[in-house]
């Protein structure tokens, strides 16, 4: 279990971005990020979550070399420094900000194909040509930005994103305010990166994204990463689970015999309700429903929860705010969970 003297980075096997002590006080003085460590593994798939502020945007500003760290923090991308080494770094990068920026007066093609020249790359069309069509753009691409709605920009910026062939790609908040289908369309694109090798790292308010796609889930939150985890793992690890039982007469004491089974009743005592962590409280429940039998309780009806990513996600941003503590806190949340 880390504490909180020890760094909270999981050594990774191929690290194609490595973050240690990562530390930035903005000019106003207030400090957005502090001490995080990470290391990103090549090909790999991470959701960065995290509520407003937390400082996501921050991070990913620095690796991308748009925002400088403060001093005594490293930074690496593909063994080179972000700061030193910026225009090695930024070129093995690809980056869809979160903010909208393009130029109002210029085409979707223009827009998309001048990137490549920017990283010194040859023009290639028909690279060009199939980023547009997975991204459903091919027919708007003689249109200016500023004729796109708000989604279709946000495709371009994916376009733009994708045209360098970026090694490591970080999509801030892709989906925030998109469509059904533009989010199918770049779940398929990031699909089709991602078994090109290509390192994803995107951030999302929306956790049943991070719970589908992601390899790894990290949560961040007053500047501090406090969970980095396999996404399994942790759901293994964190998520509880619920046995619920819908009794046919109602109860109005748990039985002194089932005491020790964890049992609780809600509803009036017409549902009885059996929390356990994966593995461990699974046997007791052969002994739940012996007892059950002996004490002639009957039910008509049962079902099953998991916990979700989200409950471990709320349960982690919570705990931060009630305790003031920070590093150690997600391993504590799911033990006493
Ligand atoms: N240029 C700046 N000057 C001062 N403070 C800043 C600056 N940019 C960001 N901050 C502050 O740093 C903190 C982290 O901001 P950041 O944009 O990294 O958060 P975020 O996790 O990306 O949030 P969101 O989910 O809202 O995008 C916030 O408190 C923000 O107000
Ligand atoms: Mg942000």
Redesign the pocket.
């Known amino acids: 279990m880390p504490s909180s003297t020890e760094p909270t980075v999981a050594p990774v096997k191929d690290a194609i971005v490595s973050i240690r002590n990562l530390t930035k006080t903005?000019?106003?003085g207030?400090r957005?990020l502090n001490g995080v460590d990470l290391d990103i593994e090549k090909g790999e798939i991470l959701a960065l979550l995290?509520?407003?502020?937390?400082?996501?945007?921050?991070?990913i500003s620095i690796v991308c070399g748009l925002v400088n760290p403060d001093h005594g923090s490293k930074v690496m991308v593909g063994g080179h420094d972000v700061v030193r080494d910026f225009r090695q770094t930024r070129a093995l990068i690809g980056l869809v900000p979160?903010e909208l920026t393009t130029d109002q007066f210029e085409t979707v093609w223009n827009t998309v194909s001048f990137s490549r020249g920017v990283y010194g790359l040859k023009p290639d069309p028909a690279r060009i040509e199939q980023i547009l069509k997975d991204l459903s753009l091919w027919s708007k691409k003689d249109n200016m930005m500023r004729e796109l709605s708000g989604g279709m920009k946000r495709r371009v910026l994916i376009a733009k994103a994708l045209s360098h062939e970026p090694k490591v790609l970080f999509l801030?908040?892709p989906t925030a305010g998109v469509d059904v289908t533009l989010r199918r369309d770049m779940w398929l694109v990031v699909e089709k990166l991602r078994e090109a090798g290509v390192t994803i790292i995107l951030?999302t308010?929306y956790i049943e994204e991070a719970e589908e796609i992601a390899d790894r889930v990290g949560v961040?939150n007053g500047?501090k990463l406090l969970l980095i985890e396999d996404k399994a793992a942790l759901m293994q690890k964190l998520g509880s689970k619920q046995l619920r039982l819908e009794l046919t007469a109602p109860l109005g004491a748990i039985p002194a015999s089932l005491a020790d089974l964890g049992l609780s009743l809600e509803d009036a005592g017409r549902t009885l309700v059996h929390e356990y962590k994966g593995g461990e409280g699974e046997e007791r429940i052969g002994a739940l429903m012996a007892g059950l039998s002996k004490e002639n309780i009957h039910f008509r009806d049962l079902s099953t929860r998991q916990s979700s990513l989200e409950d471990i996600f709320v349960a982690l941003v919570e705990k931060k705010d009630d305790v003031g503590k920070t590093t150690a806190v997600g391993m504590n949340a799911g033990e006493k969970a």
């Open positions: 903005y000019g106003n207030f957005a995290g509520p407003n502020g937390a400082g996501k945007t921050t991070m979160q801030d908040e951030t308010h961040i500047g």
